[in-house]
């Protein structure tokens, strides 16, 4: 079962365990009545997403520079560039393109046209997955966890510190797990139904969450080495003074974690990685 087989059906089922809990006196015909009604707020009236065009004012990332998945029915490459269709905080949106676990479809690159992403204050990009909370009370969360490198040349990519990743099985799909990873936080921002300004996009609500979602990345952060880069002081010096024009998204499990001699893994039982839905950056020039 594929990544969005399993988080469909985990968000089937938290919408439906409230009406399985319903008193025994209840009126079978008002519990169908009431499963029915749910979907019609995806009915055939609802606003499309991806949209027809993309709002001008949000510098996306627009081109495709390598693409490999092998995931049936979400190896579309087009889906990560079409614009970001998030399902918000309970509900993973399926307009993604999906990596594999290993291997060369693992990994994807992504470029805005020969323009460059520049660093500025606070958070510079920020990378949008399908994630999301598995309750309102819990702190857990269904993701797929990806590493995030860029790079000026296309040829030096330089990461972020995944020290504090935490390998317990235990708290894996906890956020506080996967710091410097990407895919952990639903994404509310959805370019037909829940438009944000960019400045909207950008505003931090606090733990390292944003207003619409996803996960940010500030170049200030970038660090010397790291797991799966190749980035010395040089190229990352390079890209905090002058920017970045290609992002790299790896799935984690394809990504060695120096510390065990395997990949990041993020025990799950379904067969493809991170499923991107897109990334958008604060400057582009």
């Not at 060369?104 to 020969?114: E, H, R, T, V």
């Not at 944003?210 to 660090?223: A, E, K, T, V």
């Amino acid at each position: 079962m594929g990544t969005y087989q399993i988080k469909s059906a985990l968000f089937i089922f938290i919408l439906s365990f409230p009406f399985l809990q319903c008193k025994g006196e209840e009126n079978n015909n008002d519990v169908l009545l009431s499963l029915l009604a749910i979907p019609r707020v995806n009915n055939s009236t609802a606003i499309p997403c991806p949209p027809t065009s993309l709002p001008t004012e949000i510098p996306i990332a627009n081109t495709v520079v390598s693409a490999n998945s092998t995931v049936s029915g979400f190896n579309n490459p087009t889906k990560a560039i079409n614009g970001i269709c998030g399902g918000g905080e309970f509900s993973g949106s399926l307009d993604v393109y999906a990596l594999n676990l290993t291997g060369a479809g693992a990994s994807f690159i992504l470029s805005w046209a020969g323009k460059t992403v520049k660093n500025v204050s606070g958070i510079d990009f920020i990378v949008y997955e399908n994630p999301f909370k598995v309750s309102e009370s819990s702190d857990r969360y269904a993701f797929d966890p990806m590493v995030v490198q860029v790079s000026f040349n296309g040829t030096e990519y330089c990461g972020f510190d995944l020290s504090g990743y935490n390998p317990s099985v235990s708290d894996s799909n906890k956020i506080s797990s996967w710091p410097g990873f990407a895919g952990l936080r639903p994404v509310i921002y959805n370019m037909a139904t829940k438009p944000f300004s960019l400045s909207e996009l950008f505003t931090p609500t606090g733990n390292g969450f944003l207003l619409g979602g996803g996960d940010g990345f500030n170049l200030d952060d970038l660090i010397v080495g790291g797991p799966g880069a190749n980035c010395d002081s040089t190229a990352r010096s390079n890209i905090q003074t002058n920017g970045f024009k290609y992002i790299k998204m790896i799935s984690a499990s394809a990504v060695t974690n120096p510390n065990t001699g395997n990949g990041y893994t993020y025990p799950h039982s379904y067969d493809n990685g991170s499923d991107i839905d897109g990334v958008v950056a604060k400057y582009i020039e």
